[in-house]
């Protein structure tokens, strides 16, 4: 991308009286800002234009250019907070921020429970200049897939280098990660290397859609533009593949035009006298880009790329576009006219580990008649022992389960496997992925639903008390209601409503006339007052 980018400007400055000074980015930000800060203090640099896809290095020099008052321009694709979202996220670790994504990634999370879905791994790549071994590197993360530790085949990447591509889609497709069951989709910052990919990894490609800068190819002005940039960069790289200029080439060029047209504005209007930095940023600020791009959605084929959706003019909510998409695209092994599972089905030779606990007395649920079982926080690897491979189990809850599996439309290979833990550590092995799943009589509480979902419950929960009842308790007559109320209860009410009738009639007798009287109406007069009151 830098050459490409490094021959639209060139072309941009062929008839303008303007000094380039090129500085080539080396995956550490805080030198690439030094070296920002010394363009401006040494070679006292009118503007600068960052051209690469890393958004701290960026806002480093942004920082930068604002104290020092030089206009920067940045010719990155959408930043974090603006880039697509989607289930297992790929990207690039950063050396300066231990959260270079966390601006994509909580958009993304917030999108995806919004639809009820989630971020089931993040498959995180260190950073490029950091290891020696690339693809072992990526390797030995996606076996994690084809071991069947993680089923999700939904993977969006979001932002990697270049060369990380080129290696991640191999080992991918080597690893059967490029199966009619998976779907890549990419965001803008990997679409834009496209145009500068070759065959072999645009083939290891294909499948992946993606959201893509757009812009019109149809006018003079681009095919001026692609005459001249195709002559001048295999002139300069005999050795790189080249197609069509990317939208990035195109922001490059159109970056420094705009410079070059603000500061002969400037020139025009104001002559001989000092062009300041303020007075040359607002210029540079009301000047209009040429390049309009809007987005689109992109789709690999046949070793290419073609849009099969424009966001800027097709109806996305439609229905009938949904299902023109679904029949257009051409997914990750071939498949077309259908959407990818998404997730990888259990075989016989992976079946899913579901965990069952046994240790509890409610036997009616679950119900286990071997002598093995796994305890505390053992974590089986994916190769599960025969000797653990268990049938000796019965009660409520195994039967709903497999009741549940004979009404599913596709075979799902299990192993059940006796759990002698407690309820909270079975929770948090299935966390951890140790077991896919677990059956049985657990509680749904607050803090356990933070780690795993859980089924609809198929028992009501709550604290009840069963004792034996004596003969007595079965009359159903209308009276029943008493039967609570033994005589010590009946006395101790008794001298609470003499209690209170004295009291009442204390308070009551000097300034209420009722109260007054034969004793009898004052008596009744009490009750009738202490009746009330309860």
Known sequence: MGKEQKTAIEIAVEDAKISLHLIDYNQRPLQTAFEAEALIKEKKVEAIIVGIEDWQTTTLVAKIGSLAQVPVLSLAASPPITSPSAVIVVYEDHVTTSCGNCGTISLL???????????????????????????????????????????????????????????LFEEAKGNGLMRNDSAWILSEAITSFLPSLDNSTMLNMEGAIGIM?????????????DAKFGIKFLQAF??????????????????????????????????????????????????????NTSTRLVNIASSNYQEVLDFSSDDIEDEDTAKTLAS???????????????????????????????AHNYYNYISYNGSRALDGDFCLTRHVPNSLHNTNFSGLSVRLFDEVQQNLDYRLPHVFIPYNGSFDN?????????????????????????????????????LSIIRPASKSYNS??????????????????????????????????????EFRGTWTNQLCAIAWFTINSL
């Not at 009276?479 to 204390?506: G, H, Q, R």
Request: a positive charge; hydrophobic letters at 40%.
């Open 426 to 462: 079975l929770i948090k092995l299935v966390h951890n992925k140790c077991f896919d799943a677990a059956i049985g009589d657990i509680t749904i509480l607050g803090r356990r639903m933070e780690l795993v979902d859980f089924t609809l419950p198929f028992e009501e929960s709550g």
């Open 109 to 167: 999370t917030t999108y995806l429970q919004n639809i009820g879905s989630q971020i089931e791994h993040h498959l995180v790549l260190p950073p490029l200049g950091s290891i020696t071994d690339p693809r072992g590197t990526i390797s030995e993360e996606l076996l994690k897939f084809a071991n069947g530790r993680f089923y999700s085949r939904v993977f969006i990447v979001l932002r990697v280098s270049l060369p990380y591509v080129s290696l």
């Open 476 to 513: 159903h007559g209308p009276w029943i209601f008493l039967k609570p109320f033994t005589s010590k209860m009946w006395l101790v009410t008794f001298f609470i409503f003499v209690y209170n009738m004295i009291i009442i009639w204390a308070l009551e007798r000097g300034n209420n006339p």
């Open 238 to 291: 005999e050795k790189e593949r080249y197609y069509e200029p990317s939208s990035q080439n195109l922001i490059a060029y159109d970056a420094i035009t705009t410079i070059i047209k603000a500061k002969q504005s400037l020139s025009n209007n104001i002559g001989d006298h000092i062009v300041t930095s303020k007075s040359f940023l607002n210029e540079i600020l009301r000047s209009n880009f040429s390049v």
């Open 328 to 358: 257009v695209i051409k997914w990750p092994g071939d498949l077309t006219g259908a959407i990818p599972k998404g997730w990888a089905m259990p075989t016989s030779s992976k079946p899913m580990r579901i965990g069952v606990p046994i």
């Open 213 to 225: 800068a757009k812009f019109d190819n149809s006018t003079k002005g681009f095919e001026v533009f």
